[in-house]
């Protein structure tokens, strides 16, 4: 394992209140060559999980493993896990080469042997004419690409990053994104990324960490948080939710039969208790001739989809029209039938 | 293109009047002077002046005094700055206080306190080294009076400035930098010397130009601890009163100015520099990079030493002040203080009076100046910045020639009278005052004044209602400072003081002078009480009037 947290805890006392746990029994193994995410909203104790794991924070009790050495109590400097900060914190008295060649004299290499890395690694970074440069003459989507080489260049056992994009203008953000992607999927170096950011959180990860109140929620891979959320929490983080009550009629065989506002269904897997709470996502909800009927509350056109709230049952949902047609669309007030794509409904027992 | 109300105008022109009547027509006299010959033409007679060994001496010793002084104020007030924000040391809040109000302190105290100690009478060298020991350190050459005297004053005396200089630059730097050089593998001193010391390197340049000024312009400390080694300021103080010589008085001037503002526009180019304002992002909840266990030790060291020094000095000035007969008698009395004042009685009155009447001006005119170069476009803003900024950076010395000068002769004759020191007062230390509410304004988001026109308001109303009320903590911050500084200035006002209005710090230095140590040291104690109680009670004001705001030392 690349790294793994047990039991992580850290607690701020308070004068005269009882002490805060920011984070409050983590666990998590992030494999070799992976790029984990923590994921959730702010206050959530993902940040500090992380300043945790580069040695900025010591925790209250818990163990934290780099390549199964317990890093538990060692200064940063001697985690070798070099972070990417929201804030690039590039060194601004240094050139962008000096700010390479940094962690690089650390480790004691000789300048010449520094310099060799960094030429090879910024070149495939496209980073190679701005070496000379001074850090205050870089564009922020720049400034972030040349963290990004100076944490790399030291050829990591595990790369941290804090909220890397958020600096950034939203086109900037995309191919920042997409290039820390590709470069992690072509180097293969391990990562722990933190953001606030579902979007982000899927596009770029191999596994994402849903953290609140200071607990990990779930962990699984984007399309599994997705589709298979462990709780209400979860799935209204990542994407929109509609959330369906149902009570269970007859479960055998891997089958289950709830009842609903959209009648009999047939869901598989096995009865976790009597009632659940469907989870049902807009886009897989359908405008057709048939189904239950409901009331468009209203719709909004936005060119690749639009988006309608209809009153179905008493339910207010939220569905999702792929490539509308914008003159026909439907209007406030209009009666339509509402089909659900059964097999993507996910129940929460 | 908004035409500039005519109220607007007849401001700025009345500012730009008082200006150069009290800030541009005294130094213009200085320089006049030094160039005029007995007829009242040009000559440059006076500069041959300059060749003679008299004169340059002067000059040789300032600038010795001050390239000594400026790396050693600055070293001690880096450890101090490096002991109360980056280490956990026990009690570095108190050391952050202690060099805050060594600031405000009158600027000879720890001069008269030298003597106290060091002097032929003085506690160390007679009473502990003479009497007990049986060393004679003045029979081996030592002297307190002199070169070694005046940089270990001048060092005790000018290192709060490196420390408030040195403590804004470190709390700017992003802690996420620091911890980036450590997570990329550098160890504590490693940081500290390759990423922490280059990025304070300005406020280091910054710090010693500063206080290479500041030494420069001293003139409190010299006076008393001088001895043969003569300086700049005293020496023009000297032509003046002693030899009554305007010229060669105004000549020593001219030379103690150009070099100080000089040095001053270069230090705030240093300080202003956009490449090392490295605070970006959101606000890092996280603590900033923390010494070592070693490196706390040296710092702590330093400081700790320093505070001790100067604690011991101010001590020194209140036992002082209780001793019967310095030198001969060492039995305790108050009587010191009941001859200070009832003899004294009106030189505090004095002093007092004319403060608390420039204290208010001053703030006037740092709002309007403030106000004029921040949020107006009217003509000569720029020019007024500079003259504002020129004046604080005049050494007393030649403020106070130039005064003395300038207003002794029609069209203007304000010799003798107490609006010629409150003029000094409030001029001299305006750009206290306008630098305080300039950053204060600086803050207030330009929008907000633009919902208030928005909302109805006129301009006269945006300035009363919302603007106004969003700088006064910086107003009444300054007003401190204000009144404070006008309380313990000696260089200029020494010049202007007459028969009718004395003042407190001038009556100290003529008691140092005629060797009544222990009534000067009475004196002394009763100037810091009065300074620090009304010091600290406008700053419990501000707070009580403004909670959220923070009193800020500029």
């Given amino acids: 394992m690349a790294v793994e947290l047990v039991e992580l805890v850290k607690a701020f006392a308070r004068p005269g209140a009882p002490e805060v746990r920011v984070v409050n029994g983590v666990n998590l193994s992030v494999r070799d060559g992976e790029l984990v995410t923590l994921l959730g909203p702010?206050?959530?104790?993902?940040?500090?999980?992380?300043?945790?794991?580069?040695?900025?924070?010591?925790?209250?009790?818990?163990?934290?493993?780099?390549?199964?050495?317990?890093?538990?109590?060692?200064?940063?400097?001697?985690?070798?896990?070099?972070?990417?900060f929201q804030s690039y914190a590039l060194f601004p008295h240094l050139t962008v080469r000096q700010n390479a060649r940094f962690g690089l004299e650390m480790q004691g290499l000789s300048a010449k042997d520094a310099d060799a890395r960094i030429d090879a690694l910024a070149k495939a970074m496209h980073l190679d004419g701005l070496l000379e440069r001074g850090t205050h003459e870089l564009s922020g989507g720049q400034q972030q690409r040349v963290a990004l080489l100076r944490a790399l260049v030291t050829e990591p056992k595990v790369l941290l990053f804090d909220e890397p994009l958020s600096n950034l203008d939203a086109q900037?953000?995309?191919?920042?994104?997409?290039?820390?992607?590709?470069?992690?999927?072509?180097?293969?170096?391990?990562s722990l990324y933190v953001t606030h950011d579902q979007?982000?959180?899927?596009?770029?990860?191999?596994?994402?960490?849903?953290?609140?109140?200071?607990?990990?929620?779930?962990?699984?891979?984007?399309?599994?948080?997705?589709?298979?959320?462990?709780s209400r929490f979860v799935a209204s983080f990542l994407g929109e939710a509609n959330f369906v009550?149902?009570?269970?009629?007859?479960?055998?065989?891997?089958?289950?039969?709830?009842?609903?506002?959209?009648?009999?269904?047939?869901?598989?897997?096995?009865a976790g208790a009597k009632t659940a709470q469907l989870v049902v996502r807009p886009e897989h909800l359908l405008l057709g001739e048939s189904g239950t009927s409901a009331r468009v509350l209203s719709c909004t056109f936005f060119g690749a989809e639009a988006r309608c709230e209809v009153e179905l049952s008493g339910l207010t949902l939220a569905l999702q029209l792929p490539a509308p047609d914008p003159d026909a669309l439907p209007k406030a007030g209009d009666a339509v039938r509402v089909k659900v794509r059964t097999e993507r409904v996910h129940p929460l027992y | 293109m908004k035409r500039t109300p005519l109220s607007l105008r007849l401001l700025t022109l009345l500012t730009f009047v008082a200006m150069a009547v009290f800030v541009v027509f005294p130094l213009f006299t200085v320089l006049s002077t030094s160039v005029k010959d007995g007829q009242g033409g040009f000559t440059l007679e006076h500069f041959r002046a300059l060749g003679r060994w008299q004169h340059v001496r002067p000059v040789l010793n300032s600038l010795l005094l001050a390239v000594l002084v400026a790396p050693l104020g600055t070293a001690v007030g880096l450890a101090f700055a490096f002991a109360v924000s980056r280490t956990a040391l026990r009690g570095r809040a108190a050391l952050g206080k202690l060099a805050q109000l060594s600031v405000i302190a009158p600027p000879f105290v720890i001069a008269l306190s030298a003597v106290l100690l060091f002097g032929r009478n003085g506690v160390v060298t007679k009473g502990v080294l003479l009497d007990r020991l049986g060393l004679d350190l003045y029979a081996l050459g030592f002297d307190i009076y002199g070169l070694g005297g005046l940089v270990l004053v001048e060092t005790l005396s000018y290192f709060p400035t490196a420390f408030l200089i040195l403590t804004g630059v470190l709390a700017a730097v992003d802690p996420a930098i620091e911890q980036a050089a450590m997570s990329l593998g550098a160890g504590r001193r490693q940081t500290f010397f390759k990423v922490t010391l280059p990025l304070a390197a300005p406020g280091l340049f910054a710090s010693m130009l500063l206080i290479f000024i500041e030494s420069l312009a001293d003139?409190?400390?010299?006076?008393?601890?001088?001895?043969?080694?003569?300086?700049?300021?005293?020496?023009?103080?000297?032509?003046?009163?002693?030899?009554?010589?305007?010229?060669?008085?105004?000549?020593?001037?001219?030379?103690?100015?150009?070099?100080?503002?000089?040095?001053?526009?270069?230090?705030?180019?240093?300080?202003?520099?956009?490449?090392?304002?490295?605070?970006?992002?959101?606000?890092?909840?996280?603590?900033?990079?923390?010494?070592?266990?070693?490196?706390?030790?040296?710092?702590?060291?330093?400081?700790?030493?320093?505070a001790a020094a100067v604690l011991l000095f101010y001590g020194l000035v209140v036992y002082g002040s209780l001793v019967k007969l310095w030198g001969a008698d060492s039995s305790l009395t108050v009587e010191h203080y009941a001859r200070a004042l009832k003899v004294?009685?009106?030189?505090?009155?004095?002093?007092?009076?004319?403060?608390?009447?420039?204290?208010?001006?001053?703030?006037?005119?740092?709002?309007?100046?403030?106000?004029?170069?921040?949020?107006?476009?009217?003509?000569?803003?720029?020019?007024?910045?500079?003259?504002?900024?020129?004046?604080?950076a005049v050494p007393g010395t030649v403020v106070g020639i130039g005064y003395a000068l300038a207003f002794s002769r029609p069209p203007l004759v304000l010799t003798g009278t107490a609006a010629l020191v409150v003029a000094l007062f409030s001029f001299r230390n305006m750009p206290v005052g306008m630098k305080a509410v300039s950053a204060a304004l600086k803050q207030v988001d330009p929008s907000l004044?633009?919902?208030?026109?928005?909302?109805?308001?006129?301009?006269?109303?945006?300035?009363?209602?919302?603007?106004?009320?969003?700088?006064a903590p910086a107003v009444f911050s300054s007003l401190a400072f204000a009144f404070v500084r006008a309380m313990t200035a000696v260089s200029a006002v020494v010049f202007v003081v007459s028969g009718s209005w004395n003042l407190l710090t001038v009556a100290i230095l003529a008691m140092v002078e005629s060797s009544d140590l222990s009534q000067a040291a009475a004196l002394s104690v009763v100037l810091v009480v009065l300074v620090l109680g009304a010091f600290e009670g406008m700053q419990a004001l501000v707070r009580r009037l403004f909670p959220s705001s923070r009193p800020q030392l500029s």
């Fill in chain 1, 42 to 84: 702010s206050g959530c104790g993902k940040t500090t999980t992380l300043r945790m794991v580069a040695g900025f924070e010591e925790p209250t009790s818990g163990t934290i493993r780099i390549h199964g050495q317990d890093v538990t109590r060692v200064p940063p400097y001697r985690r070798h896990v070099p972070m990417v």
């Fill in chain 1, 245 to 270: 009550p149902a009570t269970v009629t007859r479960a055998e065989g891997g089958k289950v039969m709830v009842d609903c506002a959209f009648g009999a269904l047939e869901l598989s897997g096995e």
């Fill in chain 2, 344 to 392: 004294s009685w009106a030189d505090i009155r004095d002093s007092v009076v004319l403060a608390a009447i420039s204290t208010p001006l001053t703030a006037v005119l740092g709002v309007v100046a403030a106000y004029l170069i921040e949020r107006t476009q009217v003509f000569g803003r720029r020019a007024l910045e500079v003259l504002s900024i020129l004046n604080f």
């Fill in chain 1, 172 to 190: 900037m953000r995309l191919s920042v994104r997409a290039e820390i992607r590709a470069m992690q999927q072509r180097l293969g170096f391990t």
């Fill in chain 2, 219 to 306: 003139f409190g400390n010299p006076l008393i601890l001088g001895g043969r080694f003569n300086v700049l300021s005293v020496q023009a103080y000297l032509e003046i009163t002693g030899n009554d010589d305007a010229a060669g008085g105004s000549l020593l001037a001219m030379v103690l100015l150009v070099p100080s503002v000089a040095l001053y526009l270069l230090q705030s180019a240093l300080l202003s520099r956009k490449g090392f304002v490295t605070v970006s992002g959101k606000p890092a909840r996280a603590a900033p990079f923390a010494l070592g266990p070693g490196g706390s030790r040296v710092v702590g060291g330093i400081a700790w030493g320093g």
């Fill in chain 1, 199 to 230: 979007a982000e959180a899927m596009a770029i990860s191999d596994r994402v960490v849903v953290m609140e109140g200071g607990k990990v929620a779930q962990v699984g891979s984007p399309a599994d948080l997705y589709c298979r959320p462990a």
């Fill in chain 2, 449 to 471: 004044e633009e919902a208030a026109q928005n909302l109805g308001a006129s301009p006269a109303r945006v300035l009363g209602r919302v603007t106004l009320p969003l700088v």
